[in-house]
């Protein structure tokens, strides 16, 4: 499964939004004023279809100075693929996006950590991957 513009369009978005460092604040769960702001705009644009086997459903901001990116294999079972397979190939891609996509600057300049969550056409879960700021400094 290759997948090599994985979120391009919601990153654009994203970008589009004029995200930027200045007048932000940090509330007790340790989020990002800025940060929720994104994400809650981003949210009036989603469920979204990434490619033809991926819609991004929803995107969090967590405690912890975290986002969460919700997606949902629409046509595939659990039972249908070899997981770890799906994995090893999925993380270095997502991994690749993190570290080098424009339109996550800010958000890479704001330390967060990034959670991409698959669940399968079943709403079970299929793999999490995680990428801290020491990842992908």
Known sequence: MSKKFIYTAVFTLLTALGLTACGSNVNKDGIDSVVIQI????????PMMI????KLETITA????KIRFDNMLIDISNEDINIETFENSMRPAIFSNVKTNPGLESFRGKKVTFVY?????????TAEFEFTPEDYK
């Open 39 to 46: 994400v809650e705009e981003a949210n009036k644009n989603l």
């Open 51 to 54: 490619d033809e086997q991926t």
């Open 62 to 65: 967590l405690p912890g100075n």
């Open 117 to 125: 969550h698959y669940s399968d056409k079943n709403g079970e879960k």
